[in-house]
C-alpha cells in the first residue's frame, strides 16, 4: 500500500490504521513495527506518531511483553467528520470504526432558505433550498440532530432521495460528482429546545454543542451548510489541520 501523500504522513498512515484496526477483533495484535513501517513506506518515527493517536483515541493499547492490541474506546458516542485527506460525512467515518449508526428523517422538503442559510449558500434570500433535519444515533443511544440545507436547483434529488442509510456526501458524490474540496467549521454552544431535548433524551435547557459547516468545491463555490447539534456528554468534535505548500 502506499500512503496518500497530501499533507503530513503521519495522518494518512493513521487514517488507514484507524479503517484497518477497525476491522479487526477486539485483542488482535497489531504487525511489529518493522513489518508496518515496510507496508507503509514510513519511518519508526512517523509510524509511532501515527500509532499514538490510535492509542490516545482509544482504538489501541501498547503492553510491555505482549505488544500493540486492538481495543474499543470507552466512549463509542463520537462525532466526527473527516476533512483532513478527504470530505467524509459523520456517518461514513463512523461506521468505519465500526459503530451502529442510525438515522431517523425528521424533515425532508424545499423551503425558501433564511437569511443565514442564504448567506452561506451565496443564494438570495427566499431562494428555495433542499431542507433535510435528521436524528443520528451511535449504537441505539441519540447523538446529534443534524440539518442540513442544499440550493434545490442545484440538487434536486435530494428531496426525494432516502437518506435513512448512507451519506448525505457520498449521495451528491455519486449522484452529481460533486467536487467537496473544502470545508469551514465553527463550532459554539446552545441549548436544547423542548423538541430537542425528548430527541435526544435529554432535559429542556440542557446545553448542547453545535457545529456548523459549509463545504466548498475547489473553486470556492458553496455546496452545502449544515449544522448538528450535539449532545455533549456522549459527544466530542475532532479536528485535524494539515498545512501544505499550497
Not at 22 to 44: I, N, Q, W
Not at 54 to 72: F, I, K, N, P, S
Not at 94 to 119: C, I
Not at 157 to 169: C, P, Q
Amino acid at each position: 500500500m502506499t500512503a496518500a501523500t497530501a499533507g503530513p504522513k503521519y495522518l494518512s498512515v493513521r487514517e488507514h490504521l484507524r479503517r484497518r484496526v477497525a476491522a479487526m477483533p477486539e485483542g488482535a495484535l497489531l504487525p511489529p513495527e518493522p513489518t508496518l513501517c515496510a507496508e507503509y513506506g514510513v519511518s519508526r518515527i512517523t509510524l509511532r506518531r501515527a500509532v499514538d493517536g490510535l492509542v490516545a483515541d482509544g482504538h489501541l493499547v501498547r503492553e510491555q511483553g505482549r505488544g500493540t492490541y486492538v481495543t474499543r474506546p470507552a466512549i463509542r458516542h463520537e462525532y466526527r467528520e473527516s476533512f483532513v485527506h478527504r470530505i467524509a460525512g459523520w456517518s461514513s467515518v463512523m461506521a468505519e470504526q465500526g459503530a451502529q449508526v442510525g438515522t431517523t428523517v425528521l424533515q425532508q422538503r424545499v423551503v425558501p432558505a433564511s437569511a443565514p442559510v442564504a448567506a452561506e449558500l451565496a443564494l438570495d434570500v427566499a431562494s428555495d433550498v433542499v431542507e433535510l433535519e435528521r436524528l443520528r444515533s451511535v449504537d441505539g443511544a441519540p447523538n446529534h440532530v443534524a440539518h442540513s440545507f442544499l440550493p434545490a436547483a442545484r440538487y434536486p434529488r435530494a428531496a426525494e432521495e432516502d437518506f435513512t442509510e448512507g451519506s448525505l456526501y457520498d449521495f451528491l458524490r455519486r449522484e452529481y460528482g460533486a467536487d467537496l474540496a473544502h470545508a469551514r467549521i465553527v463550532v459554539d454552544v446552545g441549548t436544547a429546545a423542548p423538541d430537542e431535548a425528548d430527541l435526544l433524551r435529554i432535559a429542556a435547557g440542557s446545553p448542547l454543542l453545535v457545529v456548523r459547516t459549509t463545504v466548498r468545491d475547489n473553486a470556492g463555490h458553496p455546496l452545502v451548510h449544515s449544522f448538528s447539534r450535539l449532545r455533549p456528554d456522549v459527544s466530542q468534535v475532532e479536528f485535524e489541520v494539515s498545512v501544505t505548500g499550497r
